[in-house]
């Protein structure tokens, strides 16, 4: 990824992209860069490159990079919390870099999710001074978890499609355990949301205690809900309620030829972006999971949240037309 350095993929992050089966000698033991190796240490841990394993995962390294800067995309999903919008970075809305280049992708014909933990009331509001009214209808957003999705320029009024009938019980549940405090449980009719942050920002609870909270009190979990966790809270969602639903209803935007690139936060259970990093085509900005074909974060040492998202989407090549009128759409690739 060049991150504005004009490098390529040895260079940025040390994966020489020979092919072995070319006759490259080189592509035996692929040479890996400081930046590959941030890379690595945060998908698989430690620093040993000479045996076996660590050349086994330098050349998983080289072919997720490679497969991500061959494809077109016709599209992004970002989670929004610690992606497009750090909370706690001092300001009350995305920087005015993230809104610059979500407009410059998509005024290439690029289609746009995002999902978030919250509500259409807060996230809508903030993302319509991000972002101009003509990208509202093509700007699609799946408020509380993904439990409802619609353009940004849809009403504000809840359209959860998802199965809810559990979450009054829950609610009960959790207040009733005698583990949660009521006064940090909120609910509306896709989730539950429990504060997670206490005095000096310690968590004051996990996803595995608010699942002994229902499991003791007798809620229907943890078959008919999921628990995720994001900065400062704990959300419980309706089984059918998913981040991953907005890539579903993006993929329906665009032709059938072109990919989805997802981008998001935490990528590990339980995670709140867990399942939209499940996807083939992932990067985060934050925490990876150990599955080697997706969820890599490919960033610089020290480097994440906004500035990690505008690194990744300076990245971003477009290309194609920047209407549908042809039946293909733009795309974009990665200059990785």
Known sequence: MDGGSGTGTGDALGADGGDARAGNPRAEVPVVTERGMAALRRKFGGD????????????????????????????????????????????????KEIGAELERIMRGGIKIG?????????????????????????????????TDIRALSDAETSQSDANNDHIEFVTDAIESSGM??????????????IKNSGSAGVKKYSADMIIRAMAGAGAPAPRSVKVFESDGYIDVVPYGGSRYEVVRRTKL????????????????????????????????????????????????????????????????????????????????????
């Open 114 to 146: 995002i999902a978030s933990r919250s509500g259409p009331e807060s996230v809508a509001a903030e993302l319509r001074h991000t972002i101009r009214p003509e990208y509202w209808d093509d700007t699609r957003i799946g408020y509380c978890n993904g």
């Open 48 to 95: 040993e490159m000479s045996d076996s394993r660590g050349i086994t995962r330098a050349r998983l390294l080289t072919r997720f990079v490679g497969d991500l800067s061959s494809k077109k995309f016709g599209a992004i999903v970002f989670g929004y919390e610690g992606v497009l919008r750090d909370y706690g970075g001092g300001h009350t809305m995305p920087l």
């Open 180 to 193: 949660i405090s009521e006064s940090d449980v909120t609910s509306c009719e896709s989730q539950v949301s």
């Open 253 to 336: 935007a665009i032709p059938r030829d072109r990919h989805i690139l997802c981008i998001g936060c935490r990528g590990q259970w339980p995670g709140a972006d867990c399942e939209l990093l499940a996807h083939r085509y992932s990067l985060s900005t934050g925490t990876v999971s150990a599955t080697a074909s997706s969820c890599w974060n490919l960033l610089p040492e020290g480097e994440g949240g906004e500035q990690g998202a505008l690194s990744y989407m300076r990245s971003m090549r477009t290309g194609g037309s920047s209407s549908n009128s042809d039946g293909q759409g733009g795309w974009f690739s990665m200059k990785m």
